[in-house]
């Protein structure tokens, strides 16, 4: 990494100095020695103060209820506390800086330095951060849009936006999904300015940087590899986002240049609209999506009836109205939330999240030490939850797994096409996330709005709506909760195309197009053993590497999105 911590040790005064120095003149033994004893007494503190956050965390996400985000910050504070400890950290640095011998204890002791650096400016800082995003994430679960004075879930949403011809509903609707950012905005951008105070405190140039070099991951890395997806995409999306226009516009009955983000069907357009030959959800409209899901994973050698058993799969009030998985302990409490309704948007989630769940201390070896066992990187499990969720638009795969389809060409097809529209699509709106978030870390006292649609016209190709001036940035629930995240699902996609296209070469003996898994629990064996297996003992391109044979390129995902 180039960025070097000077500034950060300045601030951990002469106790930790005397601590540091001690230990840096140690032999390479005793130092590992102390390693194994720092590592003990992390797990024995802080895997339950782990734990309690993720549990609180659940029950909030859950039940949207005061007392249980009240919970859920208190345990994010008590392990923030723990992980701030200075002396512990001057500790975990001489080791870190000691470069043991033992490549596993090395690891671990990488792991952990990362985790605790972000932990080392004032609690009270930390509190304040906490309970800042704490409040926000609540306002996004107990928001629902509300049109003519009746609210809406987030599945009713999607379907008006996706089925509707009347271009005053559809806009009406896509305002109120968004008016969730005029709520936010205000404790956003506070949330901001404290994440960046935390960030220089630690000698960072801000908190983008920082997130990212926890991630183990460079800004400018990121930025030319996006700068390169940015070449490899511009020309086929545009011709692409031409012939979308002039389905749409013909769908409403208007020119293409009158089209608005609201014609989009997707309220940020960052899917694929539905405007192909066959109507995928007629499909899902009689399929048990979870009796599906258990057969499919079942049937790869990845059984997951005991994450289902755990999880909450339904709408409710109070709920959070997004997707996603977690794993509680380290092991084997894995639980997906869900909103399920009978469509293929719902059945590419859970195929997605129950991807998430396979890769986690499910199935990641007991072997392996607490500190790594979880994915190599988020990228990686996002990859292998994409490369999972595809399969929601083969009729191959539903025909396989014994459901019926009407007209499995035209679904086969229709499929194609989505998937080609979907990759192109969503690798413009990654550029938009990236983009955004590094510019407002860099500056959030400019016109983040005019920021946001800038970014929005130049890369997804939608235009604003005009005379709007609304914090429609402060819509997305990422910015608050998974900050400087967003990149990595695009170099998910990467990495799962990569991924799937060694599966069918090396495991399936087929084409990355004909390999649908189905029955094949040699591709279970495959994952446990070149993807799970390691955990978090190897770098996400080392792990790469391990399961394909090659660093993380570009060249599958291109493959993924030529023209069918």
Same mark, same amino acid.
């Not at 930390?126 to 926000?136: E, G």
């Not at 769940?357 to 500190?371: D, F, G, L, R």
């Given at each position: 990494?180039?960025?070097?911590?000077?500034?950060?040790?300045?601030?951990?005064?002469?106790?930790?100095?005397?601590?540091?120095?001690?230990?840096?003149?140690?032999?390479?033994?005793?130092?590992?020695?102390?390693?194994?004893?720092?590592?003990?007494?992390?797990?024995?503190?802080?895997?339950?103060?782990?734990?309690?956050?993720?549990?609180?965390?659940?029950?909030?996400?859950?039940?949207?209820?005061?007392?249980?985000?009240?919970?859920?910050?208190?345990?994010?504070?008590?392990?923030?506390?723990?992980?701030?400890?200075?002396?512990?950290?001057?500790?975990?640095?001489?080791?870190?800086?000691?470069?043991?011998?033992?490549?596993?204890?090395?690891?671990?002791?990488?792991?952990?330095?990362?985790?605790?650096?972000?932990?080392?400016?004032?609690?009270?800082?930390?509190?304040?951060?906490?309970?800042?995003?704490?409040?926000?994430?609540?306002?996004?679960?107990?928001?629902?849009?509300?049109?003519?004075?009746?609210?809406?879930?987030?599945?009713?949403?999607?379907?008006?936006?996706?089925?509707?011809?009347?271009?005053?509903?559809?806009?009406?609707?896509?305002?109120?999904?968004?008016?969730?950012?005029?709520?936010?905005?205000?404790?956003?951008?506070?949330?901001?300015?404290?994440?960046?105070?935390?960030?220089?405190?630690?000698?960072?140039?801000?908190?983008?940087?920082?997130?990212?070099?926890?991630?183990?991951?460079?800004?400018?890395?990121?930025?030319?590899?996006?700068?390169?997806?940015?070449?490899?995409?511009?020309?086929?999306?545009?011709?692409?986002?031409?012939?979308?226009?002039?389905?749409?516009?013909?769908?409403?009955?208007?020119?293409?240049?009158?089209?608005?983000?609201?014609?989009?069907?997707?309220?940020?357009?960052?899917?694929?609209?539905?405007?192909?030959?066959?109507?995928?959800?007629?499909?899902?409209?009689?399929?048990?999506?979870?009796?599906?899901?258990?057969?499919?994973?079942?049937?790869?050698?990845?059984?997951?009836?005991?994450?289902?058993?755990?999880?909450?799969?339904?709408?409710?009030?109070?709920?959070?109205?997004?997707?996603?998985?977690?794993?509680?302990?380290?092991?084997?409490?894995?639980?997906?939330?869900?909103?399920?309704?009978?469509?293929?948007?719902?059945?590419?989630?859970?195929?997605?999240?129950?991807?998430?769940?396979?890769?986690?201390?499910?199935?990641?070896?007991?072997?392996?030490?607490?500190?790594?066992?979880?994915?190599?990187?988020?990228?990686?499990?996002?990859?292998?939850?994409?490369? %999972?969720?595809?399969?929601?638009?083969?009729?191959?795969?539903?025909?396989?797994?014994?459901?019926?389809?009407?007209?499995?060409?035209?679904?086969?097809?229709?499929?194609?096409?989505?998937?080609?529209?979907?990759?192109?699509? %969503?690798?413009?709106?990654?550029?938009?996330?990236?983009?955004?978030?590094?510019?407002?870390?860099?500056?959030?006292?400019?016109?983040?709005?005019?920021?946001?649609?800038?970014?929005?016209?130049?890369?997804?190709?939608?235009?604003?709506?005009?005379?709007?001036?609304?914090?429609?940035?402060?819509?997305?629930?990422?910015?608050?909760?998974?900050?400087?995240?967003?990149?990595?699902?695009?170099?998910?996609?990467? %990495?799962?195309?990569?991924?799937?296209?060694?599966?069918?070469?090396?495991?399936?003996?087929?084409?990355?197009?004909?390999?649908?898994?189905?029955?094949?629990?040699?591709?279970?064996?495959?994952?446990?053993?070149?993807?799970?297996?390691?955990?978090?003992?190897?770098?996400?391109?080392?792990?790469?590497?391990?399961?394909?044979?090659?660093?993380?390129?570009?060249?599958?995902?291109?493959?993924?999105?030529?023209?069918?």
């Amino acid at each position: 990494m180039r960025l070097r911590l000077g500034m950060a040790l300045l601030v951990l005064g002469s106790v930790c100095g005397g601590v540091m120095a001690t230990l840096e003149r140690a032999p390479q033994n005793d130092m590992a020695a102390r390693a194994r004893a720092f590592i003990a007494r992390h797990e024995a503190q802080v895997a339950p103060l782990e734990k309690a956050v993720a549990l609180a965390w659940w029950d909030a996400n859950v039940s949207g209820k005061d007392e249980d985000f009240k919970r859920k910050e208190e345990a994010q504070n008590k392990l923030d506390a723990a992980l701030s400890d200075r002396e512990r950290f001057a500790e975990l640095k001489a080791l870190h800086d000691a470069k043991l011998a033992d490549p596993l204890l090395r690891r671990q002791i990488e792991v952990l330095y990362v985790q605790y650096l972000e932990k080392q400016v004032e609690p009270d800082l930390l509190r304040q951060i906490t309970a800042k995003a704490n409040a926000i994430e609540k306002a996004f679960n107990v928001y629902r849009a509300k049109v003519d004075g009746k609210e809406m879930t987030d599945s009713e949403v999607r379907r008006v936006l996706k089925q509707s011809r009347d271009g005053q509903r559809r806009r009406q609707v896509w305002e109120a999904s968004k008016a969730v950012g005029a709520i936010v905005a205000k404790d956003l951008l506070e949330l901001v300015r404290l994440r960046n105070l935390a960030a220089r405190k630690l000698g960072f140039r801000d908190y983008h940087v920082m997130q990212l070099f926890l991630a183990e991951q460079d800004q400018q890395a990121i930025l030319a590899l996006f700068d390169e997806l940015d070449r490899l995409t511009r020309e086929p999306f545009a011709a692409l986002k031409h012939e979308l226009d002039a389905t749409l516009a013909k769908h409403y009955g208007i020119q293409p240049h009158d089209l608005r983000p609201w014609h989009y069907h997707d309220p940020f357009f960052q899917e694929a609209p539905a405007v192909y030959e066959a109507d995928l959800d007629a499909v899902y409209a009689k399929v048990d999506i979870l009796k599906l899901c258990r057969d499919f994973y079942a049937g790869i050698g990845l059984p997951i009836d005991d994450v289902l058993a755990r999880s909450d799969l339904y709408e409710k009030p109070g709920k959070s109205p997004h997707a996603f998985c977690t794993d509680i302990d380290r092991q084997g409490d894995v639980r997906v939330l869900a909103n399920i309704v009978p469509n293929e948007y719902w059945m590419a989630t859970m195929l997605h999240e129950l991807g998430h769940a396979v890769y986690s201390s499910k199935n990641i070896p007991a072997s392996v030490p607490y500190v790594l066992r979880t994915e190599a990187h988020t990228l990686t499990t996002e990859g292998v939850a994409m490369m %999972f969720e595809k399969f929601s638009k083969s009729a191959d795969w539903l025909q396989a797994m014994g459901v019926t389809v009407p007209d499995p060409v035209a679904f086969n097809r229709t499929g194609r096409q989505l998937r080609r529209s979907q990759l192109l699509i %969503f690798s413009r709106w990654c550029q938009v996330m990236l983009r955004f978030e590094k510019a407002m870390y860099e500056n959030p006292d400019q016109d983040l709005n005019k920021l946001w649609w800038d970014l929005v016209e130049r890369y997804q190709s939608v235009r604003r709506p005009e005379g709007r001036h609304a914090p429609d940035y402060a819509s997305k629930i990422h910015i608050v909760s998974a900050p400087a995240y967003y990149h990595n699902y695009m170099m998910g996609e990467m %990495f799962a195309s990569q991924l799937h296209h060694t599966i069918a070469r090396q495991v399936l003996k087929t084409t990355p197009d004909k390999a649908i898994y189905v029955g094949h629990p040699e591709v279970g064996a495959f994952m446990k053993q070149r993807v799970f297996g390691p955990g978090r003992t190897l770098s996400w391109n080392e792990l790469t590497r391990f399961a394909t044979g090659e660093e993380l390129t570009s060249r599958a995902f291109a493959q993924d999105f030529a023209a069918p």
